[in-house]
């Protein structure tokens, strides 16, 4: 059961892992363990994969964005560049963690606000902040699928 869950879910394993260990610090074992230290290194572990698959979202909704509302020309195919590298890291770990896919939806809404806030300042660097882009740019979120797929958005009108 255990084994089977750490094979098909690692962040599901490490948060109940980290679960267990604690309620055995608190039954008090006659065990030299350092349980809180235990408990909170492993669930880092999964903690450090959710990260890394978040930072990689947040790159991909960064781009589409500059995608939608820059208006700029030149920097388009190095953004698309970085989108397909990024959705391959996401395909990746995807792959050898299938438990995150469930989490997909959250850490896409939970990276789009840094995401707008991040193109928001680089558009005002480059001259590009009209109020209704900024307005927009907080409007919505992507889906799972156009986060993973090959989905781009349209050309912002110049």
């Known amino acids: 059961m255990d084994a089977d869950l750490y094979e098909t879910d690692f962040i599901g394993w490490t948060e109940q892992q980290a679960r267990l260990l604690r309620a055995a610090a608190a039954q008090r074992p006659n065990l030299s363990l350092d349980w809180d230290h235990l408990a909170e290194e492993v669930e880092d572990l999964g903690k450090s994969h ?3 698959l978040s930072s ?4 991909v909704i960064e781009h589409l964005l500059k995608l939608q509302f820059s208006p700029a020309s030149q ?3 190095g953004w698309i560049d970085t989108i397909d590298r990024a959705r391959d890291e996401i395909e990746s770990w995807l792959a050898s963690e299938p438990g995150l896919r469930p989490r997909l939806a959250a850490m896409i809404a939970d990276e789009a606000p840094r995401a707008a806030r991040r ?7 480059h001259g590009e902040d009209t109020p209704a882009v900024l307005a927009r740019l907080n ?3 992507y889906t799972p699928e156009q986060i993973t797929g090959d989905w781009l958005p349209p050309e912002a009108a110049a």
């Open 119 to 125: 193109v928001a300042r680089s558009l005002t660097r």
């Open 139 to 141: 409007d919505g979120s």
């Open 50 to 52: 959710r990260r890394a």
């Open 75 to 77: 920097p388009r195919p």
């Open 56 to 59: 990689q979202i947040g790159l």
